[in-house]
């Protein structure tokens, strides 16, 4: 089968791998339609993360082919949507919300585990992993709503989740990439009163605006803080959203979180958090990798109802043939997020 291949820092081919089989009766073999690119992704494309040479891509939906014999929860034809973590969702991490920690878990696209960047993937654990999309005949804007639930609208709802949102708070979110943007959208969903987003690039903001950002702050740093302050009267946010990974944006949530609130951080983090500042202002932080299989259910009954789109970031297009445009493009920002268009629903 044909699949992108990583040979090296901003080196993306098209090859070949061979044909999934199903290996161990835990195992489906799925189809991809859906794929895209992840903000996560650039770390490793850009030399900055380390990455094994080959498979690659963690967000895919796709048909099930094939069920290997203890998989029941899908069945060849269905359309489902895979989790960036396979997992079994029995054991004791999973069951707490950990699906990362895992022991019979894993990440797709690391090298050797089928990627969704790629015709066909082998799925372990499928019995816990993949969601069963119901229904038929979904338009494309419900297919891309429903890949962005695999990682990034997940990972945003984690941020909101993991900072404790609830109705009527003033929540600050950090980062203005893909997963900041669903950051947005999900502290909406929660019933946030006011949602400020810090964000320097308007088809960001118009995205941000779209999803329910009350406020827009353009200025980095120390301005940032000072201008997220006025906008709260000197109180700062219930509840700062962690959203890109960097030095910068770490300490700047921290600095714009109000005294006894909690950070919520879901960026790849590249910084220290400023645990004596944040000791003294009684400020705490949750988050990490999302646990997505678990929050899947209730964001796809949102976007199948037309509750929320999170699908808008997807800016960009185009074919596994020319999947390293699709980097390109992201990295070099023409695009908040590359979709991959692999094969028919
Ligand atoms: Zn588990």
């Not at 850009?46 to 094994?52: L, Y």
């Not at 600050?172 to 019933?191: E, I, K, Q, S, Y």
């Not at 120390?222 to 959203?243: F, K, N, R």
């Amino acid at each position: 089968m044909r699949a992108a291949i990583f040979t090296g820092p901003r080196a993306i081919e098209l090859g070949e791998r061979p044909d999934p089989v199903i290996q161990e009766p835990t195992d489906a073999v799925v189809r991809v339609v859906l794929a895209c690119v992840c903000g996560s992704d650039l770390w490793y494309y850009r030399g900055e993360s380390p990455h094994a040479t080959g498979s690659i891509g963690h967000e895919f939906i796709g048909v099930v082919t094939e069920t290997g014999a203890d998989v029941t929860s899908v069945t060849a034809g269905d359309l489902v949507i895979a989790p960036f973590i396979y997992s079994d969702m029995t054991c004791p991490h999973c069951r707490n919300g950990s699906t990362i920690s895992c022991p019979v878990g894993g990440s797709f696209g690391n090298g050797t585990i089928d990627g969704g960047q790629g015709e066909i993937v082998r799925v372990p654990q499928a019995q816990g992993t993949l969601v069963r999309v119901p229904g038929t005949g979904h338009s494309d804007q419900v297919l891309r709503s429903l890949l962005t639930l695999s990682d990034v609208m997940a990972t945003g709802h984690h941020a909101a989740a993991s900072a404790g949102v609830k109705s009527g708070d003033v929540v600050a979110v950090v980062g203005d990439g893909a997963v900041g943007l669903c950051a947005v959208l999900a502290a909406h969903r929660l019933g946030a009163s006011r949602i400020i987003a810090l964000s320097r690039h308007p088809d960001r903001q118009k995205v941000a605006m779209e999803f329910g950002a009350t406020d827009i702050v353009e200025a980095r740093g120390d301005e940032a803080t000072s201008a997220v302050m006025d906008l709260t009267g000197g109180i700062g946010a219930d509840a700062a959203l962690e959203c890109a990974g960097t030095a910068q944006a770490i300490t700047t949530a921290f600095a714009i979180a109000r005294p006894g609130s909690t950070v919520g951080m879901v960026g790849v983090p590249h910084g220290q958090v400023p645990v004596a500042e944040a000791f003294f202002r009684n400020v705490g932080w949750r988050g990490g990798p999302a646990p997505a299989r678990s929050y899947i259910p209730c964001l796809l009954d949102d976007v199948l109802s037309g509750t929320i789109s999170p699908g808008v970031v997807l800016d960009y297009e185009t074919d596994l043939e020319h999947v390293a445009d699709a980097y390109a493009a992201m990295d070099e920002r023409r695009a908040i997020k590359s979709l991959i268009r692999v094969g028919s629903r």
